[in-house]
């Protein structure tokens, strides 16, 4: 490398082997389009992550499932999904992480699939993950004045004292189910509520086979998806 007049030498290493992550999403409602022109600027990302849902987002979805069983998800990701049809049948490798199932994942799943099949493109696999909506614990929680679960970690009350506001209740899963869909295929893998960094954790775990005692790798890529999943 050459400064001024200056010359340097540098011992070049072989580079380790590295995965490529992108966000096209980062929050409900940002730009749809994002998705598609970041996989036709660079085709050849190995993950893309989108970020749909934060507490609020979560209760408007819990209002629309409420008035429709089949509700409760980002219905504006299943456009996404059709948006990169293309990519993906012109032999496009990207894989999908998104957390757009909100309060109903399955129903995603199989919307997106529908418009994927309407596209033509049939070769794709679509991993789900659930087992985050905890309501109806919660409320039997509620509905047994005897229980000690719940409590308000502050004040030590009942919940029962807040079931008649209660909306949702979701537990945070981490990312171990996704690696498991990724694992097993999934082109796509859909979430409910998970920590907004484990769309990126997990990529990094199934890529590189880390396990769940490699702390140090994972509080990286922790802070590696905490610095992406709020960027378009």
Known sequence: VAFG???CKFKVTPMKQSVRIGNAQAFWGDRGDA???????????D????????????SILAVQRERDPQAGFARDFVEVVRSLAAYWSAGGRCRLIVNAGGL?????????????????????HIGVVSGDDVVAIVRAAAND???????????GAAVSEVADRLVTAN???GAAPIVAALAAGANIVITGRVADPSLVVAACRHHFGWSE???????????????????T
Do not use: W
Request: contains cysteine; hydrophobic residues 40%; aromatic residues 6%.
């Open 5 to 7: 007049q200056v010359s």
């Open 35 to 45: 998705a598609a022109e970041m996989l036709a600027r660079e085709p050849g990302l």
């Open 47 to 58: 993950y893309l992550t989108m970020d749909y849902l934060a507490e609020v987002s979560m």
């Open 104 to 124: 109903n994942p399955r129903g995603c799943a199989e919307t997106c699939r529908g418009a994927l099949e309407e596209a033509g493109c049939r070769s794709m």
């Open 145 to 155: 004045l005897s229980s000690q679960e719940f409590r308000n970690l502050d004040t």
């Open 171 to 173: 537990a945070y899963l």
């Open 213 to 231: 005692s490699d702390f140090d790798r994972l509080a990286g890529a922790t802070v590696a998806g905490h610095l992406i999943e709020c960027g």
